[in-house]
T-cell receptor, first 114, second 114 residues
Framework: ETGVTQSPTHLIKTRGQQVTLRCSSQ?????VSWYQQALGQGPQFIFQ???????GRGNFPPRFSGLQFPNYSSELNVNALELDDSALYLC?????????????FGSGTRLTVV | AQKVTQAQTEISVVEKEDVTLDCVYE???????LFWYKQPPSGELVFLIR??????QNEISGRYSWNFQKSTSSFNFTITASQVVDSAVYFC???????????FGTGTSLTVIP
């Protein structure tokens, strides 16, 4: 089975621009989450999608938004980029349901805002 | 509030030494899950173990072992006979039973010197 794939792997954007990051979840996983990992820090939860609906959000402003598609792939959109948005963005998927299983993570998109 | 503390920022050991990575967590929930992930330089977080709060049995998987103690809110990870391939950043994480996010610690960077 394929794991979680993310694109692009690296991206450089200018402050104020908008960016879209993409993620294909692991086969059979209907829950997708996005995390932001600043250099030297642990991943911070941005939001989670379950069956195309956002069902959890961390402490991130509304300019961070997302989508989940019927095939459970997902996008993360960030508007009005700021220098502090420079980070590794990780997509993770897991089976939904009552049990909390471990995520399968992608390799991430390294975003640099200049 | 949920919180995970990994007090050891960096650890260096010589190959074949044993090493223990500490994890202390805080939660008011009675049902929760604990995880360990490994992050090699490639960036992808690799799932190592999941433990629910009702299972305090220690676990061993090859050279890896985990010690879960609810009395001290700790979930420590030991690598026996360390190898160079164990060099990575290791993260401990906590999830509520019905929560949507994982709370990660700040990670411990392990370097195994040949």
């Amino acid at each position: 089975e394929t794991g979680v794939t993310q694109s692009p792997t690296h991206l450089i954007k200018t402050r104020g621009q908008q960016v879209t990051l993409r993620c294909s979840s692991q086969s059979g996983h209907n829950t997708v989450s996005w995390y932001q990992q600043a250099l030297g820090q642990g991943p911070q939860f941005i939001f989670q999608y379950y069956r195309e609906e956002e069902n959890g959000r961390g402490n991130f402003p509304p300019r961070f938004s997302g989508l989940q598609f019927p095939n459970y792939s997902s996008e993360l959109n960030v508007n009005a980029l700021e220098l502090d948005d420079s980070a590794l963005y990780l997509c993770a998927s897991r089976p939904g349901g009552a049990e909390v299983y471990g995520y399968t993570f992608g390799s991430g998109t390294r975003l640099t805002v200049v | 509030a949920q919180k995970v503390t990994q007090a050891q920022t960096e650890i260096s050991v010589v190959e074949k030494e044993d090493v223990t990575l500490d994890c202390v967590y805080e939660t008011r929930d009675t049902t929760y899950y604990l995880f360990w992930y490994k992050q090699p330089p490639s960036g992808e977080l690799v799932f190592l173990i999941r433990r629910n709060s009702f299972d305090e049995q220690n676990e061993i998987s090859g050279r890896y072992s985990w010690n879960f103690q609810k009395s001290t809110s700790s979930f420590n990870f030991t690598i026996t006979a360390s190898q160079v391939v164990d060099s990575a950043v290791y993260f401990c994480a906590l999830s509520e039973a019905f929560g949507n996010q994982f709370y990660f610690g700040t990670g411990t960077s392990l370097t195994v010197i040949p």
